[in-house]
């Protein structure tokens, strides 16, 4: 069974800044990396997602950064926004690529 | 309208009763999945099913049961609510296994007494 451990369990950073935060996995056979945010009352959405091709990837102000050796995976967000105020997890695959495991969750708060 | 529905989105019942949360999807996935989400131990996967003839346990099946009644549909049951099985429960569906975008519904919200 695949574990998935992430830090932070919450993280306040101010307007402006930049939000970190990491997970670490046990073993894959293959890489696949999703990471998935959560406003309250909402389900889970995917946010960004890495392949084992690249060691980093940016879609806007999220980066997911890979390192594959360390079996490490972060998540950056620059310029961080009130609005970037969620819950984000991530996952990896498990079980015979048949289903992702969850990390414990970040809760971010974005303050002005 | 949303892709992936559940009902109900909140419910309260009473120790010893039985529970069953729906889940509906209009994105035709094959793959459909039940998880729960608890405070500081995010979200953990209770079954999944692969197609009408394929389910799965997931981690934490003990004291859950559930029913894919078509592709669309996919039903969790608590035979027997506990307190210790008061928590948000979402429905998820996906294209192919784990090395996929999983798409969630709202969630409900369910409170043992």
């Known amino acids: 069974q695949q574990q998935v451990k992430q830090s932070p369990q919450s993280l306040i950073v101010q307007k402006g800044g930049i939000s970190i935060i990491n997970c670490a996995y046990e073993n894959t056979a293959f890489d696949y990396f999703p990471w998935y945010q959560q406003f309250p009352g909402k389900g889970p959405a995917l946010l960004i997602a890495?392949?084992?091709?690249?060691s980093e990837k940016k879609e806007g102000r999220f980066t997911i950064s890979f390192n594959k050796s360390a079996k490490q995976f972060s998540l950056h967000i620059m310029d961080s926004q009130p609005g970037d105020s969620a819950t984000y997890f991530c996952?990896?695959?498990?079980?015979?690529?048949?289903?992702?495991?969850f990390g414990t969750g970040t809760k971010l708060q974005v303050i002005p | 309208d949303a892709d992936v529905t559940q009902t109900p989105r909140n419910r309260i019942t009473k120790t010893g009763k039985r529970i069953m949360l729906e889940c509906s999807q209009t994105k035709g996935h094959d793959r459909m999945y039940w998880y729960r989400q608890d405070p500081g131990l995010g979200l953990r996967l209770i079954y999944y099913s692969f197609d009408v003839k394929d389910i799965n346990k997931g981690e934490i099946s003990d004291g859950y049961s559930v029913s894919r009644q078509a592709q669309a549909k996919f039903s969790l049951s608590l035979e027997s609510a506990i307190p210790n099985q008061t928590a948000l429960y979402f429905c998820a569906t996906s294209v192919r296994e784990g090395q996929d975008t999983q798409y969630f519904g709202p969630g409900t919200r369910l409170t043992v007494l």
């Open positions: 996952a990896a695959p498990s079980g015979g690529y048949q289903k992702v495991t």
């Open positions: 890495i392949r084992p091709d690249v």
